[in-house]
């Protein structure tokens, strides 16, 4: 069986690899760089910190006008700045949340009409020009941004996606200095993004050999080290790994794709603010319970890796059944929330949840086990109880 993959054409990954933006910016032969960052990620000299190579030598703007889960709004600001100025590189400074905004800008400079133009479920215009080139430098480990082609916007009731592979960085530097400072809630929340980002690659229905061995390492490294990297976010090898693993988990959902998880994650960020990392860490365990039956084997497999000290026992129904509780017990062990109640969310919620999240046709098609609105309200209502099947 052919698979089509792709990857960025160059990426930096592990302690140091931001001594390599130097180089890689004086390549391009550029004048007038723009970076999209966060105000937070200045003020606590993160931003200085990725940026202290070029600082001196070009003509930098620092546009800070991101937030969190970026609405559509702050995107079409963006757009029209970039287009305005006369810039001729991009750089992408923080966590998925500015890396998307960086990403969509560069591109969309160059490519007429609005942002909502190119929205995946309600857009009508292609992407024709590839636009600015762009380097991308990951603040957290969770999105894998810095190497997919997505860039995702909150919208009213849910959100979407604009989605070209002209949006792939051209450079990707991950650096785990660069996320020393992610405090404990952020750096268990995006680290169970990446997580489910593997997961949800290697039961995909599109995975592929490929991409189950880059999944399936990366579930590992996260096995290994998320929990000493909540506990202790000065631990340099915990904080690479989680790296690492964050940036694998991106190359594998880019090619095989997420499912089920995220396409009922997006109306909780969207309806309730729940940060994307918190509404894939409070699914997980419920909606791989509810498709258990559809990709046993992989999560026996996948109950293996996270538990570097279990054995294989019992039979692989059995061990599937373990996968599901140790992800419900990985939420308990780094402080989050396991259940909907948990956010303030009521039982009246679930159907409106359901009638946001059966939109989500992309990301359900890659679900190993069929997903209509009818399972989506049971796996809502098991979410809601925090009780498993
Ligand atoms: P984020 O970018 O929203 O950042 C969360 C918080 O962490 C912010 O307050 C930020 O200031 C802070 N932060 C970031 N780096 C820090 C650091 N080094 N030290 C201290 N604080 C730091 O969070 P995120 O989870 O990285 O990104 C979420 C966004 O990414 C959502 O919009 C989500 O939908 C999107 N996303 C995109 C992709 C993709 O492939 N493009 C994949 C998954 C999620």
């Known amino acids: 069986m ?9 990426s930096y990954v592990g302690l140091g690899a931001i001594d390599n933006l130097y180089n890689e910016v004086k390549k391009l032969k550029v004048s007038r760089i723009i970076v999209i960052t966060e105000k937070n ?21 620092l546009y800070t006008d991101v937030v969190p889960e970026p609405p559509l709004h702050t995107a079409e600001k963006l757009v029209q700045h970039i287009r305005n100025g ?43 020009q590839k636009g600015l080139p762009k380097i991308m430098i990951p603040t957290t480990s969770g999105t894998g941004s810095e190497v997919t082609d997505i860039a995702v916007l909150s919208l009213d009731g849910t959100k979407d996606v604009v989605t070209h592979p002209y949006l792939l960085s051209d450079i990707a530097i991950v650096d785990p200095l660069l996320t020393m400072s992610v405090p404990p809630r952020i750096t268990a929340a995006t680290g169970i993004d990446a997580l489910t980002h593997a997961i949800e690659a290697y039961i995909s229905v599109n995975a592929n050999d490929v991409t189950d061995g880059i999944a399936v390492k990366a579930i590992e490294l996260v096995g290994k080290s ?36 995220h396409a009922l994650a997006y109306p909780l960020g969207n309806r309730f603010k729940l940060p994307h990392g918190e509404s894939n ?8 319970d509810y498709i258990r039956g559809g990709c046993q084997d992989k999560l026996a497999e996948v109950n293996l890796k996270l538990n570097q000290q279990v054995q294989q026992i019992g039979s692989v129904e059995q061990m599937s059944k373990d996968c599901v509780n140790t992800l419900f017990k990985l939420n308990q062990n780094l402080n989050l929330p396991t259940s909907l109640k948990d956010y303030g969310i009521e039982k009246q919620h679930i159907k409106m949840l359901s009638d946001d999240a059966v939109k989500q046709t992309r990301l359900l098609a890659r679900s190993p086990v069929e997903l209509q609105w009818e399972d989506i309200y ?10 498993t099947l």
């Open 281 to 288: 860490a409070v699914l997980l365990p419920y909606v791989m």
């Open 226 to 261: 998320l929990e000493i990297a909540y506990s202790n976010g000065n631990n340099e090898e915990a904080r690479e790994q989680m790296s690492t693993a964050s940036y694998m988990a991106g190359l594998a959902f880019y090619n095989a794709g997420v499912g089920g998880v």
């Open 41 to 61: 990620l200045v003020d606590l000299g993160i931003c200085s910190k990725a940026l202290k190579s070029i600082m001196s030598a070009y003509s930098i703007e």
């Open 86 to 128: 006369k810039f001729d590189l991009v750089i992408g400074v923080g966590g998925g949340s500015a890396l998307d905004l960086a990403k969509l800008g560069a591109v969309l400079a160059k490519n007429d009409g609005d942002v909502k133009d190119y929205l995946n479920l309600t857009g009508s215009k292609q992407i024709m």
């Open 2 to 10: 052919q698979s089509k993959l792709i990857f960025p054409e160059l």
């Open 378 to 387: 049971q796996i809502y209502s098991s979410a809601y109880e925090g009780k």
